[in-house]
């Protein structure tokens, strides 16, 4: 586990490198919860499995221990310091996919440009607060013109985002909370593989 600084307090990153990898994927926790929830977990399995790298990051907030999250800006930022160290450190010189479970997919979508991502992973990307579809955050993801997969669970109460030109959305049983570490690994490995089919072709 590396603790890495940043302008908002130490984060944490649990590296977890492969044999001669071709990309690195990054990920962030959601709101409330860390880097050990079943679908974070599925989604990691997957990009090892697939000759990727791993990184899972803990944002400063819940380093010193706090529940409730920063607020986005600070988010953003310590995010984007955390990716620039990993890129200068374990994670040099590979393509860098970003991305993250619920609140951590937002982040990774709003600095996608900024941490120089070459694609996007959204688990659980929360299109809207419950009950609230008028508050869509849809423009986030829009804001990503890079390959982006979404794994959304089928019965999501904060929605279930559009497909897009470069945005695939994959559904699996389930609601917000995504606990099927396998159906994660499963959505996630299929990507993956047709990533590494378009790169090659």
């Not at 985002?161 to 606990?179: C, D, F, M, N, Y």
């Amino acid at each position: 586990m590396l603790e890495l600084e940043t302008p908002h307090g130490p984060a944490r990153a649990n590296v977890q490198p492969v044999d001669e990898p071709v990309a690195a994927l990054v990920l962030g926790h959601g709101a409330g919860g860390g880097i050990e929830s079943p679908d974070l977990v599925g989604a990691a399995k997957a990009a090892r499995a697939a000759g990727l790298s791993v990184a899972l990051v803990e944002q400063p907030y819940r380093v010193a221990g706090r529940r409730s999250p920063a607020p986005a800006g600070q988010l953003d930022t310590a995010w984007a310091a955390v990716v620039s160290q990993l890129c200068d450190g374990p994670l040099a010189g590979l393509p860098i996919l970003t991305g993250g479970r619920s609140a951590g997919a937002r982040v990774a979508c709003r600095t996608a440009a900024e941490t120089a991502s070459v694609a996007v992973v959204c688990l659980a990307f929360p299109l809207h607060p419950p009950g609230r579809p008028e508050k869509s955050r849809l423009a986030e993801l829009q804001g990503v013109e890079l390959p982006t997969l979404v794994v959304q669970g089928e019965k999501d109460p904060f929605g279930i985002p559009p497909a897009g030109p470069s945005r695939t959305v994959t559904l699996i049983p389930g609601t917000h909370s995504l606990r099927s570490a396998a159906a994660v690994e499963a959505a996630v490995s299929a990507w993956l593989a047709n990533q590494a089919a378009i790169r090659s072709g």
